[in-house]
């Protein structure tokens, strides 16, 4: 758990939350849309273009291999953050979106008509999308996890959902719009009893939560570097060995292959084999030092210092009247979405905006959700570790500013 | 009936009325929660407009050739917006609403204090005003 001291310490550490915006100083609460950058991944960043910017992996040169040694680190760091046992079943990629598309668009080529996939009822439209593009393709049918009120996935549907047709189980590891943490572990170990793969969406977890791939058995799992204090643009896909080997690459051109001629072309091993083109070299390395950033700090820390923030949070917000909080699971974290009866979420974003607070409203990207609930949006706030207590305290006051103002 | 320019120098004057942000959306929110009720067989999905991130419907309807506007919306800022492009618009001849500058707008700093979706769901209300018009003056010639 983070003291006090500790929290100013990470504070300053990030540049852009001594920002004022619109006169006063930014309240910086939509961290599950993008998290902020602390000064040493700036600085490698910096440093990367200042020093040793180069093409990887073909280069004789030395600025080549340099770029080409820090890039294969940031592999070799993210393998043991996520307790991986080769370097080579971590793809870079652009982020959480694209790698779900590669596992997507590889597993066009091993689904038949009349497989099944589920997908989780609290699915980002990135991991929704993709299956029924997949499914139009193959004549595969997508089957949907329901979710009760409080945003927990009904296990009882999964188990009864799942059956020898079903070929793939999709679902995210913590919901962006609800926060609900789903129990992977548990999950994962359903759909290998029928045999079907799982593909987990950490975008939202691991920023938050110590993750180790291969406690979780996941069959992939994939993370996006921007709301892990990383830049955007940058991501990952982990997939187990068997896996990466049976998919088809996702994309022709330099660096996946082994040999061209105009009869064949041999692809190459892992990792190139899915990473087509010139990779985001100095994201990637930026990507490893925003992990090395985080493991500075301890996850087990951070994670448990923004569940009691939140819980802090959500008990202050309540006491607003007309308040609802949408997501009560049990498990959850970092993530509040509220309505206030009566009131429009673009109303309450749009005042807090005026104050200096960043939070986010609208669906979500998660529509389905809002259906469930049959409302037209939610406002956000989404915490960091960098947030403090004074701070969900301004959040409190400003909910209650706008809704004097709105009432 | 005053001229489309003159209640836009209205509006430009109250807005520099105000010392901040804060009571210029106090404002707009007032005139949110003063907006005549629309006809609600009016809210249908011909309507509603297009880019807007809340929902937002404009109905307009000619008498002795003038537009008149009614419109809600979900959201009371955008409510608010909308009432003051109604005290722009309505009740003016279509040729005029097609003819108006737009500049107001940017001369009370709307738009940089909107966010970007709703600066463009402003936009679209302007551009569906202005097409009724389009559309009335059209079926007169």
Known sequence: MLKKEEVENIRADFPILSEQVKGQPLLYLDNAATSQTPTAVIDTIVDYYSRYNANIHRG?????????????????????????????????????????????????????????????????????????????????????????????LDLKAYSALL????????????????????????????????????LVDGAQAAPHLVVNLKELG??????????????????????????LLKL??????????????????????????????????????????????????????????????????????????????????????????????????????SLLDQMGIAVRTGHHCAQPIMDFYRIPGTVRASFSFYNTYEEADRLVAGVQRAVNMLQ | MKAISDIQEEIIDEFMLFEDWMQRYEYIIDLGKSLPLIDEAHKTENNLIKGCQSKVWVHADMEEDKLHFTADSEAILTKGIIAILIRVFSGQPPQAIVDASTDFIDQIGLKEHLS???????????????????????QRQ
Request: hydrophobic letters at 40%; aromatic letters at 8%.
């Open chain 1, 60 to 152: 004789v040169h030395h600025l080549s291999q340099t770029a080409t040694d820090a890039f294969e680190e940031a592999r070799a760091t993210l393998q043991e953050h996520f307790g991986v046992d080769k370097p080579h079943q971590i793809i870079f990629t652009s982020g959480t979106t694209h790698s779900i598309n590669i596992v997507a668009s590889g597993m066009s080529a091993l689904l038949k008509s009349g497989d099944e996939i589920l997908v989780s009822a609290m699915e980002h439209h990135s991991n929704i999308v993709p299956w029924q593009m997949l499914c139009e393709k193959t004549g595969a049918v997508l089957k949907v996890i329901p979710m009760n009120e409080a945003g927990e």
């Open chain 1, 163 to 198: 059956n020898e047709r079903t070929k793939m189980v999709f679902f995210n590891h913590i919901s962006n719009a609800l926060g609900t943490v789903n129990p992977v572990a548990q999950m994962v170990e359903m759909a290998h009893r029928v045999g079907a793969a799982v």
């Open chain 1, 218 to 243: 996941v069959d992939f799992y994939t993370a996006s570097a921007h709301k892990m204090c990383g830049p955007t643009g940058i991501g990952m896909l982990y997939g187990k060995e068997e896996w």
């Open chain 1, 248 to 349: 088809p690459p996702y994309q022709g051109g330099g660096e996946m292959i082994a040999e061209v001629t105009f009869d064949k072309t041999t692809y190459a091993d892992l990792p190139h084999k899915f990473e087509a083109g010139t990779p985001n070299v100095c994201g990637g390395i930026a990507f490893g030092a925003a992990v090395k950033y985080m493991n500075s700090i301890g996850l087990d820390k951070i994670g448990a210092y923004e569940e009691e923030l939140t819980r802090y949070a959500s008990e202050k917000l309540l006491e607003i009247p007309g308040l609802k909080i949408y997501g009560t699971a049990e498990n959850k974290t970092s993530v509040i979405s509220f309505n206030v009866e009566g009131l429009h979420p673009y109303d309450i974003g």
């Open chain 2, 116 to 138: 970007a979706t709703r600066a463009n769901g402003l936009v679209s209300m302007i551009k569906q005003m202005k097409l009724y018009a389009v559309a009335f003056q059209s």
